[in-house]
């Protein structure tokens, strides 16, 4: 059974870098993890007054994350953190109050923009809320991705030495998958 990975992109905009950058991480990851793209574009803002009849777009968004095994986040950096419409998503997915989504899931973080910081800020404060809604996030190696055109061609990426770098990182996301997972003696 192919290890499945629910991704959370932070952009919502059509031509993402970081919607492009998923893509081409889950080719090369294939087949040692299954990466599944969920939307976040269609959730409404938090509200707590609609948590007494979840709307469709929040269940369906977590059932998707209960339902893989580890989740992904790719983040751009927006004003030195990640965007709102992920922090939503996350709201979403820690709530109604023992309904929390993410409690337990392996994790792990990524992201790209064309700054000079390669996401750096916008991690370090995604890492904090994220641990805090349950995830156990895996650390190494760390994968900030400053965007300079030709890194991503037809879908892939094509960098060796990065590409070599994303496949440690596939390996070590994989493994930390299946020790988080493992049942207890
Ligand atoms: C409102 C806004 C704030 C931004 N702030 C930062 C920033 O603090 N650091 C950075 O590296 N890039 C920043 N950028 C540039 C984004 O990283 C860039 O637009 C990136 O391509 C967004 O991700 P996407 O391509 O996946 O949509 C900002 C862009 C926007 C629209």
């Known amino acids: 059974m192919p290890v499945t990975v629910a991704v959370v992109i932070g952009s919502l905009r059509k031509n993402s870098l970081n919607r492009q950058f998923a893509h081409a991480l889950a080719r090369s990851a294939h087949p040692t993890l299954d990466l599944r793209i969920v939307e976040i574009g269609d959730l409404p803002l938090y509200n707590q007054d609609l948590e007494a009849e979840l709307p469709g777009p929040v269940r369906r968004f977590k059932d998707e994350i209960e339902a893989a095994d580890a989740v ?37 973080i990524v992201g790209v923009t064309p700054g000079a910081v390669g996401t750096a800020a916008a ?27 030709g890194l991503i061609v037809d879908g892939e990426i094509a960098d060796d030495k990065f590409r070599r770098l994303l496949n440690e990182w596939v390996a070590q996301f994989s493994a930390w998958i299946v020790r988080i997972k493992a049942p207890s003696a």
């Not at 030195?80 to 023992?98: D, M, Q, T, V």
């Not at 904090?128 to 996030?137: I, P, R």
């Not at 190696?141 to 300079?148: G, H, M």
């Open 72 to 108: 992904l986040f790719v983040t751009p950096e927006f004003n030195r953190s990640f965007s709102a419409a992920l922090k939503n998503a996350i709201e979403w997915g820690s709530r109604p109050w023992g309904r929390n989504s993410w409690a337990g899931k392996p994790g792990a």
């Open 123 to 149: 991690q370090a404060q995604l890492r904090s809320v994220v641990g805090a809604v349950g995830v156990a996030l895996t650390v190494h190696p760390e994968i900030y991705l400053s965007y300079r055109d």
